[in-house]
């Protein structure tokens, strides 16, 4: 008799506590519907029922220092790289000096242009004993290239290649390889315009489509080696002995 009672208590445990478990969640059912139905704030419950509204535009830019970034990255517009930066000091593409057709044949310029592999080699075969011997001092870093002499600067289009300069004692050297988008004719122009303007001398020389712009002002010299490019602009080098 007493084994019979025990399996049959195994056996109503289950049901017993599965009764207990349905009746709980019908007393939380029970709860949720009045505080849902009855209780809660009708101007509340609207409230948290309303669609939340947000601006895509703001939203693309937000968050900026999560983990996660937005998706598309913040950008400010880029002008055209045929848009000439506005600098007053600097000679406009449209109000240029002509340039003296150049004298045909292989100057002391263009000859040290074909013998120099490195910017340094080029500056050293300078025809200018100043700027020759500051060239045994060149340090190669992009700052050069901000440090210009101011009446032989950049174009406003350049697209710096390497540069090179010295300072120290009678030393301003800079030397600068570049490209701008803008036409042979055009750079010839634009760097005879600075050098006429600026007081320099200035003489053409061509060979072989290799153009070279040189001069003197007093103690201070430049040449300006220039060639056209195949997709329309020009590769120029720089030497200037005044830097800033």
């Not at 025809?127 to 002499?149: I, V």
């Not at 050297?173 to 750079?187: C, D, G, K, Y």
Request: proline share 7%; with cysteine.
């Amino acid at each position: 008799m007493g084994r019979r009672a025990e399996l049959l208590a195994v056996l109503l445990l289950p049901l017993a506590l599965a009764s207990c478990g349905g009746g709980q969640d019908q007393n939380v059912d029970a709860l949720d519907d009045e505080i849902a139905g009855n209780s809660a704030d009708p101007q509340l419950m609207g409230a948290l029922q309303d669609q939340i509204m947000v601006d895509p535009q703001l939203a693309q830019q937000s968050n900026k220092d999560a983990i996660r970034p937005p998706s598309q990255p913040y950008s400010a517009p880029v002008p055209a790289e045929t848009v000439a930066a506005a600098t007053p000091a600097r000679p406009k593409d449209g109000e240029l000096l002509k340039a003296p057709a150049p004298s045909e044949g292989k100057s002391d310029a263009i000859a040290a242009r074909e013998e120099a592999v490195t910017l340094g080699g080029l500056a050293a075969r300078q025809k200018d004993p100043r700027t020759a011997q500051c060239a045994t001092k060149l340090n190669y870093s992009a700052a050069w290239a901000a440090r210009m002499p101011a009446d032989m600067p950049l174009h406003p289009q350049a697209r710096i290649v390497e540069a090179a300069g010295a300072e120290g004692g009678a030393c301003g050297l800079r030397v600068v390889s570049f490209s701008t988008p803008q036409p042979l004719e055009t750079m010839i122009d634009w760097y005879y315009t600075r050098a006429i303007r600026g007081g320099y001398t200035a003489e053409h020389q061509v060979k072989d489509g290799q153009h070279v712009l040189g001069g003197t002002k007093g103690d201070a010299a430049y040449v300006v080696f220039l060639s056209a490019r195949a997709d329309g602009g020009t590769d120029l080098d720089l030497i200037a002995n005044r830097g800033s």
